[in-house]
């Protein structure tokens, strides 16, 4: 199983070594000429040093829970480590080197407060916990451009579902604490404009639609509701790139509160114009 590839010069014969590998059931056995074996040996232990290091979990700070948590955005103090987010600042040891591994930090009673794996002090994946273990939030990369948020209220229903590209939001869905959805905004896959944007009240009825109906010419259908859920008016957007904005453009319709049409405007980039 031992193979030596042999290259000679008009100086000196060099033996170079391939190692070879042999898989026999569940084990796997290295195989390297007898005077280099010393200098791998020491390879695969320093490797495998390295990877039961990197797994270890180191034990970081203490922190109350009132001093961390926010009722409207919850534990959000690890946001500014999170360089997927557009986070830029460091955790550092006691040492003052920037932080490596899994670190863990804590409650006042012990249980598990933030747990996260941190590469030259920034956070490439981690959760949250509330003090009764419920998971708060948990940060995670799903490929090499695109990473995902999701958020829960501290009876595990969820409070926000967040898709990143880079370090822009691509799409968030954000609930009520009843569970039912307030609101809803996606992107085009740069970020640049809305594909739909949707808000709904507390009993499920809807306040305000935007949806992309033709792509190219970045052209919306909207619609906008009183509070007791009757169309209040209707028409056709527009996205000015220029303007970064989203304008009215065409008829346009508009009702009371009862439902009856009120009256018909036209639009032309956010202009009013002779209906």
Avoid at 108 to 134: C, E, M, R, S, T
Avoid at 154 to 168: A, F, H, L, Q, W
Wanted: overall charge neutral.
């Amino acid at each position: 199983m031992l193979q030596k590839e042999f290259t000679r010069s008009s100086k000196r014969k060099i033996i170079s070594f391939i190692p070879m590998m042999a898989r026999n059931e569940n084990c796997l056995y290295f195989f390297m000429p007898g005077k280099y074996f010393p200098y791998f040996f020491l390879l695969v232990i320093c490797h495998l040093v390295f990877i039961v290091c990197s797994a270890q979990v180191k034990k970081g700070d203490t922190y109350e829970f009132k001093d961390v948590y926010d009722s409207t955005y919850g534990i959000t103090i690890y946001e500014a480590l999170n360089m997927g987010i557009g986070g830029d600042s460091t955790r550092n040891d006691a040492k003052g080197y920037a932080s490596q591994g899994w670190i863990e930090d804590y409650y006042p009673d012990g249980k598990v407060f933030h747990k996260g794996y941190y590469i030259d002090g920034q956070l490439k994946a981690y959760k949250n916990y509330y003090p009764n273990g419920q998971l708060e939030r948990e940060f995670k990369m799903t490929d090499l451009s695109k990473s995902a948020m999701n958020v829960f209220y501290e009876d595990g229903k969820p409070r926000s579902v967040i898709t990143y590209v880079g370090n822009n939001i691509n799409k968030e869905e954000d609930y009520y604490p009843g569970g039912q959805l307030e609101y809803i905004e996606e992107y085009d896959r740069k970020c640049e404009y809305y594909l739909q944007r949707k808000f709904y009240s507390k009993n499920g009825k809807p306040t305000s639609l935007l949806e992309i109906t033709d792509p190219k010419r970045k052209i919306y259908s909207s619609r906008e509701y009183y509070d007791n859920g009757n169309l209040k008016e209707e028409g056709t957007m527009i996205y000015n790139e220029g303007m970064g904005d989203y304008q009215k453009n065409g008829k346009w319709k508009f009702y009371d509160e009862t439902g009856k049409l009120k009256e018909e405007k036209t639009f032309s980039k956010g202009e009013e114009g002779e209906g």
